[in-house]
């Protein structure tokens, strides 16, 4: 007897907590501690009606106490009455002090597992219950959760309520999806995956060309087991060319005072977006471009050149297209950059093309064959029309490509003067200072190109001691 008691007071809680759902406001503190009494009279004055009301409480309550007492019956048969009759208590206590509103069921999207959780995390059960005790706790828990959620749901008030509370996530989920769409990348046709990656790559990019660029091998100089290198950007020096007179468009070119018809390359890169430069091989030409791509990566250009930097560089090496087509913009990290082709994000070539500020730097139209040479001026023609603000230079020997090869494509046409004296003169800031191949060659003084006269060197290696001139070379070469 006494645990059908405890069972009905569990089964009173639920359709208590049942009714208060259906007679309160939408969940206020206020009517959530009002007496059950109060809130009956002041939803039905009529005295019948109240009485159907606490009929219908009588209902749900007996409903409860039968589910109740049946996993009492059969659930954990090893426990006495009295350990039964405990639980019941404070399974009770918990459905009394719990908060079971209609905001907490909605805030649990009237799943009465969800809800049980919340309950059981809000009030955990009293650790002087045994093990046995503390999951029947749970189970009957459990199970007037799942009563009273199947109770509420059928309540009248219950729908416009949840209708409610799901336009209201409703709204507050446009608004989250505003601001995530605003923080998203704008994806266009030329950034289909969106811009946020591009920085990171270009930085990644220009460190790359920085370091793989900067290398020159000093050809004709011959070591033993050794083959002398210096960085480009300390052996570089400064050549001299003429502007062509025939073009149609040098007038315009060199449309300045006193301008003469040579000057150093710097200056006339300057003056225009595109150029044909020409030169005899060993003339420097593939070294220029690979000098202009490693200052455009650092951003070191000074003088008439400042503005290049911040232009992105790309060099095509057109003797590796001698057997297939000419590259496409995504293609032009290839042979330069390979190790990072594949991290460039969807575009990034196209967009640095297009906010003109890259260096398209093509070198050897001479060392494609004459049928192969026929296709490079539309694949030029096509880049220039789709982005006409790049700067470009492309290189050639006098053989593969007059003057005027260019002209309808807008390139001022120079040629690549011989060093001069003047050119391998050293200066006083570098006069002193060994070059870095000086410094690491291990040859033997009769076979180092440093410590042998000048007459003997090569134009190459005069051009690297012009520019870092050693006195000595360095031990074991020519350890006094």
């Known amino acids: 007897m006494a645990l059908e008691t405890a069972a009905l007071k569990v089964g009173t809680a639920v359709g208590e907590r049942a009714v208060r759902t259906w007679l309160s406001a939408r969940s206020t503190g206020e009517s959530s501690s009002r007496p059950l009494i109060e809130l009956m009279r002041a939803r039905f004055p009529d005295h019948l009606v109240r009485r159907k009301a606490e009929r219908q409480l009588d209902d749900i309550a007996d409903a409860v106490t039968a589910r109740v007492m049946k996993l009492c019956a059969h659930e954990f048969p090893g426990l006495g009455e009295d350990d039964r009759h405990v639980v019941l208590a404070e399974v009770r206590d918990t459905l009394t002090r719990a908060d079971l509103s209609d905001r907490a069921l909605l805030a649990a ?119 002398p290198r210096t960085p480009l950007s300390v052996a570089y020096i400064s050549l001299s060319v003429t502007a062509a007179r025939t073009r149609a468009a040098h007038d315009a070119w060199h449309d300045v005072p006193d301008e003469p018809a040579t000057m150093r390359v710097e200056s006339a890169l300057s003056q225009g977006h595109r150029m044909l430069l020409r030169g005899e091989a060993g003339g420097g030409k593939s070294t220029l471009l690979r000098w202009l791509a490693v200052t455009a990566a650092r951003g070191g250009f000074s003088g008439e050149l400042a503005e290049w930097n911040g232009c992105v560089p790309f060099l095509v090496k057109l003797r590796s297209y001698a057997d297939r087509d000419l590259p496409r913009p995504e293609q032009f990290l290839d042979l330069t950059a390979g190790a990072l082709a594949g991290l460039m994000p969807t575009g990034w070539a196209h967009r640095q093309l297009a906010s003109g500020r890259a260096l398209l730097l093509i070198d050897g139209v001479d060392e494609l064959t004459g049928g192969q040479r026929k296709a490079i001026k539309p694949w030029l023609r096509g880049l220039l029309a789709e982005f006409p603000a790049i700067r470009v230079v492309v290189t050639s020997r006098p053989s593969a490509a007059r003057s005027s090869w260019l002209d309808e494509e807008g390139f001022a046409p120079a040629f690549l003067e011989r060093m001069t004296p003047s050119d391998t003169r050293p200066s006083s800031s570098t006069g002193t200072r060994p070059s870095a191949a000086a410094r690491t060659c291990p040859a033997r003084p009769s076979n180092c190109p440093w410590c042998r006269p000048a007459s003997w060197r090569t134009s190459t290696t005069r051009r690297i001691c012009a520019r870092s001139p050693p006195r000595r070379c360095s031990p074991p070469c020519c350890a006094p």
């Open 109 to 227: 999207d009237a799943d009465p597992v969800r809800l049980a959780r919340e309950v059981c995390r809000a009030l955990p059960a009293p650790k002087d219950l045994g093990e046995a005790q503390s999951r029947l706790y749970e189970v009957v828990l459990d199970e007037c959760c799942d009563c009273l959620v199947r109770v509420v749901r059928h309540l009248p008030e219950f729908q416009p309520r949840a209708a409610t509370e799901m336009l209201g996530r409703l709204s507050g989920l446009g608004e989250q999806m505003s601001a995530m769409l605003e923080r998203l990348p704008a994806r266009t046709l030329e950034a289909p995956d969106g811009t946020d990656r591009d920085t990171e790559f270009r930085r990644r990019y220009l460190e790359h060309v920085s370091q793989t660029l900067d290398s020159l091998e000093l050809m004709g100089v011959r070591v033993e087991r050794f083959r």
